[in-house]
Each structure stands twice: as C-alpha cells, then as structure tokens.
C-alpha cells in the first residue's frame, strides 16, 4: 500500500481554513503490471472475506466505508 501526501495551496483569500497536509492511499494493485506466478492464495472461504484471492491485493479498506 502506497501512502502519499501534498501541500495544497492555499491562498490568501481563501475563505475556509487551510489544510496544510492532505494525504492519500493507493491500493497496490495500481502498480501491478502482471500477476507474478507462485502469489500465495487465500482459501476460497477467506478470499470472500477478503474481496481477493491475493493477499498482495488487499488493502486494508473495506468497500463499505467507500475508500476501496
């Protein structure tokens, strides 16, 4: 999982308060050009839970909070 952040710009007259760190997830399959062979598996019951078969590919997130 990628973690990043940015500085927004904030200008002087601007009407709401700054933020002055915004940060962002990406989730790793973003940077997976090709499913590499010998990944280990969930079983299918855990994959389920999971939403993926690949551990490499799970997040973190669940799709019920909308970030996934």
């Known amino acids: ?5 940015f500085k927004p710009y904030v ?3 601007d009407p ?5 760190v915004k940060t962002f997830v ?9 499913q590499q062979p ?3 598996q969930f ?3 855990e994959a389920l839970l999971h939403g ?10 669940f799709r019920e909070e909308g970030i996934s």
């Open 38 to 40: 010998g990944l280990p």
């Open 43 to 45: 079983s299918p019951e």
């Open 26 to 34: 990406l989730p790793p399959q973003i940077f997976t050009n090709f």
């Open 52 to 61: 993926s078969l690949w551990p490499a590919f799970v997040d973190g997130f």
């Open 16 to 20: 709401c308060p700054p933020i002055l």
């Open 1 to 5: 999982m990628f973690r990043g952040s």
């Open 11 to 13: 200008s002087p007259r």
